[in-house]
C-alpha cells in the first residue's frame, strides 16, 4: 500500500510561485497514476493534474493549464507540482492522490489513497 505525504505549502503573493511535494513509500509507485487535487474554502475537492505511471501522459485542469506542472522521479518515489504565476483563487489545501486505474482520471472516487493535505494561499 502507497502512503502519501505532501509538504511545500505556504503563503505567496499573486504571481508567485510554489513547488509541492508528495514524498510516498511503498515499492510499487510508478504502477500507480498519481493527481493532485484540490479543496478551496467552503468548496468541494477538485481536480489539478494528473501524471501516468512511468510519467508519459499529463492531464490538467483547465484552470491551471500553462502555470502548473505535475512531475514525478520513480527513483525516489517523489511527485511534485510546479505551481507559477499563481492566483488568490489557487487558494486551497492541496493533496496528492494514488490511482491504480489507467488511464488518467480526473474523478476523486478513482483514486484510493490520499495525502494529509498542505495549505496553500495566495494573497492579493
Known amino acids: 500500500q502507497v502512503r502519501l505525504v505532501e509538504s511545500g505549502g505556504g503563503l505567496v503573493q499573486a504571481g508567485g510561485s510554489l513547488r509541492l511535494s508528495c514524498a510516498t513509500s511503498g515499492r510499487t509507485f510508478n504502477a500507480y497514476t498519481m493527481g493532485w487535487f484540490r479543496r478551496p474554502p467552503g468548496k468541494e475537492r477538485e481536480f489539478v493534474a494528473a501524471?501516468?505511471?512511468?510519467?508519459?501522459?499529463?492531464h490538467y485542469a483547465e484552470t491551471v493549464k500553462g502555470r502548473f506542472a505535475i512531475s514525478r522521479d520513480n527513483a525516489k518515489n517523489m511527485l511534485y507540482l510546479q505551481m507559477n504565476s499563481l492566483k488568490p483563487e489557487d487558494t486551497a489545501v492541496y493533496y496528492c492522490?494514488?490511482?491504480?486505474?489507467?488511464?488518467?482520471?480526473?474523478?476523486?472516487?478513482?483514486?484510493?489513497?490520499w495525502g494529509q493535505g498542505t495549505q496553500v494561499t495566495v494573497s492579493s
Open positions: 492522490a494514488a490511482s491504480p486505474f489507467s488511464p488518467i482520471s480526473t474523478i476523486v472516487s478513482q483514486y484510493n489513497v
Open positions: 501524471i501516468t505511471g512511468v510519467g508519459r501522459s499529463t
